[in-house]
C-alpha cells in the first residue's frame, strides 16, 4: 500500500497475546491506533485487521478497548468478538482493568512515591491556550488520580517512574506529572513551552526541536495491563522500549 506521507515509524506490532476472544498487542510509537481525519497512513487498526483476516471473513471483529495516543507506545486491548467487545467494554467502564505506565521525566523527583488527585479539565475552558486539546488541573475538573513510583534514575538529569492511572481522564498522566514539575521528556505541549507542538505541527521534527526535546516522541508507555476475561484475570507486560532505555543509559 502507498501512503499520502512518509510515517517514521514500522507499521509493525507485536502480539503479546491471543485467544479466540481477544488479542493483546503491543504498539511503537508514533504509529496510531486507529485511521483519523482524511490522511491515508499505516495504522494499528489496519495491521490487526490484516492479520485477523480470517476471522473478519467468519463474523469476527476489531474493537479497540483501549486507545493510545500516537506518541504512547505500549499494550493495547482488542476485542474479536461482539462477546469479547461487549464484556471488555463494560470491564473498563467499571474500572476493573488495571493499567500501569513506564514515563522518563525531566528532573529528578524528591519523591519516591506521590499520589496527584488533582481534577483536569480542557485549559481553554479557564485559560488561554493555542493548543485546543491541551488539558490542565483545575478545582472545576473532573475528578482524577494518578499514582507514582520513582524508579530509575538517568544520567542526565532524568528518571524512570512507574505511572498507575486510576481514572482515565484525556492526557492524564502527562498534565499530573507537569503538575508535580516533572514533565515527560519529550512531551510537547506539557513539556514547558507549547510552542514545541506548535512548531512540529508546522515543520515536522527539526534539529531545532531535537535539541529541546531530546526525543520525537513523549517518553511514555503502557508496559502493564490485566483485564478479567472469563471468569479469571489476564496480565500482560511489556518491557521498557529501547528508544526510553536510552534516555537513562
Not at 495491521?47 to 493495547?76: H, K, M, P
Not at 483545575?138 to 530509575?152: A, I, S, Y
Request: charged share 25%; aromatic share 8%.
Amino acid at each position: 500500500m502507498e501512503y499520502d506521507m512518509p510515517i517514521a515509524v514500522e507499521p509493525d506490532f507485536r502480539v503479546l497475546y491471543e485467544d479466540d476472544g481477544v488479542l493483546v498487542a503491543d504498539k511503537a510509537a508514533p504509529l496510531l491506533t486507529h485511521p483519523t481525519g482524511d490522511k491515508n497512513e499505516p495504522t494499528l487498526w489496519h495491521g490487526v485487521r490484516e492479520l485477523l483476516a480470517y476471522e473478519l471473513a467468519t463474523g469476527g471483529q476489531v474493537s479497540f478497548i483501549n486507545r493510545l495516543d500516537r506518541e504512547t507506545s505500549g499494550i493495547t486491548l482488542i476485542a474479536k468478538t461482539a462477546e469479547a467487545a461487549s464484556a471488555l467494554g463494560k470491564a473498563m467502564q467499571e474500572r476493573r482493568l488495571h493499567k500501569e505506565y513506564y514515563a522518563v521525566v525531566q528532573g529528578v523527583p524528591l519523591w519516591l512515591q506521590a499520589v496527584n488527585a488533582e481534577p483536569i479539565l480542557r485549559m481553554e475552558e479557564v485559560a488561554f491556550t493555542r493548543i485546543h486539546v491541551r488539558q490542565c488541573c483545575h478545582p472545576d475538573g473532573k475528578p482524577c488520580c494518578t499514582e507514582f513510583v520513582r524508579l530509575e534514575q538517568g544520567i542526565s538529569d532524568c528518571c524512570l517512574v512507574r505511572c498507575i492511572p486510576h481514572t482515565g481522564r484525556m492526557h492524564q498522566i502527562r498534565v499530573h506529572l507537569a503538575y508535580l514539575g516533572h514533565p515527560i521528556v519529550g512531551d510537547k505541549i506539557y513539556g514547558g513551552d507549547e510552542s514545541c507542538y506548535l512548531n512540529f505541527m508546522e515543520q515536522g521534527w527539526t534539529p531545532q526541536l531535537a535539541a529541546r526535546l531530546r526525543l520525537p516522541r513523549h517518553a511514555l508507555h503502557a508496559c502493564k495491563l490485566s483485564f478479567p476475561w472469563r471468569g479469571e484475570t489476564v496480565t500482560v507486560e511489556s518491557p521498557l522500549p529501547q528508544d526510553l532505555r536510552q534516555l537513562l543509559v
